[in-house]
């Protein structure tokens, strides 16, 4: 697995070295995504299908020459989905996304990786098992009603579902309205 890693990593150098040695350098977008994460022995799992933060967790990267200033170059921690590439490549290239395209654009957060999401991040493995993730919490409710929620500011391996902790009632009110209907 760390072999696969290391090669794409050096190929993704080659590419963009490559990049940088053309005449496209200065007006080419990159965006590099991948596949959702991989579980190896975390939360005793040894997979990719889980609805948990080490299996949701993606390289998600999006360049663009023409933002001197800002978030080029930058982490932006916020809990963002690969739903918004569609509406931030529309942006970034001056186009109007469609109105059934769902997501939003994260143009504002690649000038300034500070700002907040208006939306979470929301993931779906099969059919009617969803998690929602926040900055600060994710919420995951599976086909047969069960619910996990965990606070990444004290449980960042979600080691610690809370979903029955009666102090989390207003997190709980904020999220649920998320899930698909």
Same mark, same amino acid.
């Not at 907040?116 to 600060?136: F, K, L």
């Not at 500011?153 to 207003?170: A, F, G, K, L």
């Given at each position: 697995?760390?072999?696969?890693?290391? =090669?794409?990593?050096?190929?993704?150098?080659?590419?963009?070295?490559?990049?940088?040695?053309?005449?496209?350098?200065e007006d080419t977008l990159v965006v590099l995504w991948s596949d959702h994460g991989y579980h190896q022995g975390e939360k005793r799992s040894f997979r990719k299908f889980s609805l948990w933060e080490e299996s949701t967790k993606v390289p998600f990267?999006?360049? !663009?020459?023409?933002?001197?200033?800002?978030?080029?170059?930058q982490r932006c921690d916020r809990a963002v989905s690969l739903i918004h590439i569609y509406r931030t490549l529309a942006e970034l290239t001056g186009l109007t996304a469609p109105s059934y395209v769902d997501g939003i654009s994260l143009v504002p957060q690649?000038?300034?990786?500070?700002?907040?999401?208006? /939306?979470?991040?929301? #993931?779906? =493995?099969?059919?009617?098992?969803?998690?929602?993730?926040? !900055?600060? =919490?994710?919420?995951?409710?599976?086909? !047969?009603?069960? /619910? /996990?929620?965990?606070?990444?500011? #004290?449980?960042?391996? /979600?080691?610690?579902?809370r979903i029955n902790d009666p102090s989390v009632t207003d997190q709980l009110a904020e999220l649920r309205p998320w899930l698909p209907k």
């Amino acid at each position: 697995y760390l072999a696969c890693i290391a =090669w794409a990593d050096y190929n993704v150098g080659r590419l963009l070295d490559a990049l940088d040695a053309s005449q496209y350098a200065e007006d080419t977008l990159v965006v590099l995504w991948s596949d959702h994460g991989y579980h190896q022995g975390e939360k005793r799992s040894f997979r990719k299908f889980s609805l948990w933060e080490e299996s949701t967790k993606v390289p998600f990267i999006i360049w !663009d020459p023409r933002i001197k200033n800002g978030g080029n170059g930058q982490r932006c921690d916020r809990a963002v989905s690969l739903i918004h590439i569609y509406r931030t490549l529309a942006e970034l290239t001056g186009l109007t996304a469609p109105s059934y395209v769902d997501g939003i654009s994260l143009v504002p957060q690649m000038k300034n990786p500070t700002l907040p999401v208006d /939306e979470p991040a929301i #993931t779906t =493995w099969g059919r009617g098992n969803y998690s929602i993730r926040t !900055d600060h =919490w994710r919420y995951t409710r599976y086909y !047969d009603g069960s /619910e /996990e929620l965990y606070d990444h500011r #004290t449980d960042p391996n /979600e080691w610690y579902n809370r979903i029955n902790d009666p102090s989390v009632t207003d997190q709980l009110a904020e999220l649920r309205p998320w899930l698909p209907k």
